[in-house]
């Protein structure tokens, strides 16, 4: 049983491009949410989705949005990348007993 | 506010012996509390969570935590330490409502001597 998929797993992007991550979340996960890993930091929520709209979000500005796909896959954008934005960002996914499965994450570099 | 706090930053233990890693908590109401563990360049892996019930919880690697309301804590417990067990350990809370996030500590780095 395939867990939660991320891709890509590294990237290199400029200042001021965008960027777009992509998410298949675990067989029988309805809900996806996002977390940015600073280096040497935990993760941040960046907002979670469910029946396709954005449920929840966390203190992250509006360069950073997303979408969900009605097979539940999900993808995260982020615009005009500030060197801030590098990151491990993550994806999770669940149904109802709130345990969460994690991605391994793709790791952006901002440059 | 709600927070996590893991008090240490770096922690070194030898093959065998035994391991606690503190978390402490700030919430409004009971939360739901997890651990995780990450290994370097890799995703995050759920050890164990507390909903509600015993407060002592049994995880997957040997691995077990606690809750205690009084004190606001959720420590993790490993009786007899391995080499493979060195990663990043995080302790997390979530609210209880349906579309809860997960707020993280800072992580505790487990580092394991032969």
């Known amino acids: 049983d395939a867990g939660v998929t991320q891709s890509p797993t590294h990237l290199i992007k400029t200042r001021g491009q965008q960027v777009t991550l992509r998410c298949s979340p675990k067989?029988?996960?309805?809900?996806v949410s996002w977390y940015q890993q600073a280096l040497g930091q935990g993760p941040q929520f960046i907002f979670q989705?469910?029946?396709?709209?954005?449920?929840q979000r966390g203190n992250f500005p509006d360069r950073f949005s997303g979408h969900q796909f009605p097979n539940y896959s999900s993808e995260l954008n982020v615009n005009a990348l500030l060197l801030g934005d590098s990151a491990l960002y993550l994806c999770?996914?669940?149904?109802?007993?709130?345990?969460?499965?994690f991605g391994s994450g793709t790791r952006l570099t901002v440059v | 506010a709600q927070s996590v706090t893991q008090p240490d930053i770096h922690i070194t233990v030898s093959e065998g012996a035994s391991l606690e890693l503190r978390c402490n908590y700030s919430?409004?109401?009971?939360?739901?509390l997890f651990w995780y563990v990450q290994s370097p360049g890799q995703g995050l892996q759920l050890l164990l969570k507390y909903f509600s019930g015993d407060t002592l919880v049994q995880g997957i690697k040997g691995f077990e935590a606690e809750f205690k309301r009084s004190q606001s804590s959720f420590n993790l417990r490993k009786p007899s330490v391995h080499w493979s067990d060195a990663a990043e350990y995080f302790c997390a809370v979530g609210g209880t409502d349906s579309s809860y996030k997960l707020i993280f500590g800072s992580g505790t780095r487990l580092l394991v001597r032969p």
């Open positions: 919430y409004g109401a009971t939360p739901y």
């Open positions: 989705y469910y029946e396709e709209e954005e449920r």
């Open positions: 999770a996914s669940r149904r109802r007993d709130y345990g969460y499965t």
């Open positions: 067989s029988g996960h309805d809900t």
